[in-house]
T-cell receptor
């Protein structure tokens, strides 16, 4: 049973560019959450998708947007990249029921130069 | 606003030396408290979920406990392979969504 997968593993971009990160949830999961983790810090919640809609959003600017597809996979898009966007981007999947445990993927390391 | 504070920031133990990690939290209504383990450059690995004060869960050398204000992760006779960052997160009862609010983590090093 495959766990949560993310692509790419690493990515290097320059300031002002746009980036798209991808996530496939664990089998049987229909909810995808995205987190940003700066070096030495805990993960920060970006947003959560359920039934192809953004269900909840953290304190991130509109430059961060996402999408969920009918097969429950998801994309995270970041526009007008800033140096401060350099981080490990984590995707977590869960079921839509209450008290659900979120299982994390390996992450995408984004470096903005 | 939900808040999670973990202490200590870093902990260095000798193999076999038991200790505890602390997670203090404030949340409007606790839906669940989660412990994860994270190795460098990797995604967090789920360890435990605790739902109510007084609850305890164990897995190998780890035991997690929960009170109304804090959680402890007890490590008994640790081994070098237990070295990792341990993250605590809370989930609140909300109208919609199930976001996790994380602490900064405790970096554990176990020396042989």
């Amino acid at each position: 049973d495959a766990g949560v997968t993310q692509s790419p593993t690493h990515l290097i971009k320059t300031r002002g560019q746009q980036v798209t990160l991808r996530c496939s949830p664990k089998s049987g999961h229909d909810t995808v959450s995205w987190y940003q983790q700066a070096l030495g810090q805990g993960p920060q919640f970006i947003f959560q998708y359920y039934e192809e809609e953004e269900r909840q959003r953290g304190n991130f600017p509109d430059r961060f947007s996402g999408h969920q597809f009918p097969n429950y996979s998801s994309e995270l898009n970041v526009n007008a990249l800033l140096l401060g966007d350099s981080a490990l981007y984590l995707c977590a999947s869960s079921t839509g029921t209450s008290r659900d445990t979120q299982y994390f993927g390996p992450g995408t390391r984004l470096t903005v130069l | 606003e939900d808040q999670v504070t973990q202490s200590p920031e870093a902990l260095r133990l000798q193999e076999g030396e038991s200790s505890s990690l602390n997670c203090s939290y404030t949340v409007s209504g606790l839906r669940g408290l989660f412990w994860y383990r994270q190795d460098p450059g990797k995604g967090p690995e789920f360890l435990f979920t605790l739902y109510s004060a007084g609850e305890e869960k164990e897995k190998e050398r780890l035991k997690a406990t929960l009170t109304k204000k804090e959680s402890f992760l007890h490590i008994t006779a640790p081994k070098p392979e237990d070295s990792a960052t341990y993250l605590c997160a809370v989930q609140a009862w909300e109208t919609s969504g199930s976001r996790l609010t994380f602490g900064e983590g405790t970096q554990l090093t176990v020396n042989p």
